[in-house]
């Protein structure tokens, strides 16, 4: 088990690597590099903007990746997110604030907020649509 959620997180922060993003919003940013980096796209900054519209899209392309292949082999997947909720940049932008937001109000922020973005993201899905 732990060296499937291995290789998901694998394929998942490759998939974002390949995104083409620059340095200060690589795949392996944290979650605390993530936050700056929205906060200074909210600001107005237009090269935060782009790499931060980058990083969400190669992170959803990377949950996309992960889920695909098994649900094309039939096997169990990560997480099972309702049909009518795909995956989509303004969806996945809320799904982070809100794990901010419950992170935050848990007081587990400080405990993640160096960890990489890609596996507090695979987390919080999991936790937030688990597979029956």
């Not at 690597?17 to 700056?36: C, D, K, Q, V, W």
């Not at 995956?87 to 160096?114: C, H, T, V, Y």
């Not at 695979?122 to 688990?130: C, Q, V």
Request: contains cysteine.
């Amino acid at each position: 088990m732990l060296a499937r959620v291995r290789k998901s997180l694998f394929v998942m922060l490759l998939a974002m690597g390949l995104a083409g993003l620059a340095t200060s919003a690589s795949a392996n940013i944290t979650l605390a590099e993530y936050m700056t980096l929205r906060a200074e796209a909210k600001s107005g900054n237009k090269g935060a903007e782009a790499r931060w519209r980058y990083y969400i899209i190669g992170l959803m392309d990377g949950i996309q990746a992960v889920q695909a292949p098994a649900t094309a082999q039939g096997a169990k997947l990560h997480f099972c997110m309702p049909e009518d909720l795909p995956i989509s940049p303004r969806f996945l932008d809320e799904f982070i604030q809100e794990a901010i937001g419950r992170l935050s109000a848990k007081g587990q922020l400080k405990n993640r907020i160096k960890q990489p973005m890609a596996v507090v993201v695979a987390l919080e899905l999991k936790s937030a649509f688990p597979c029956g």
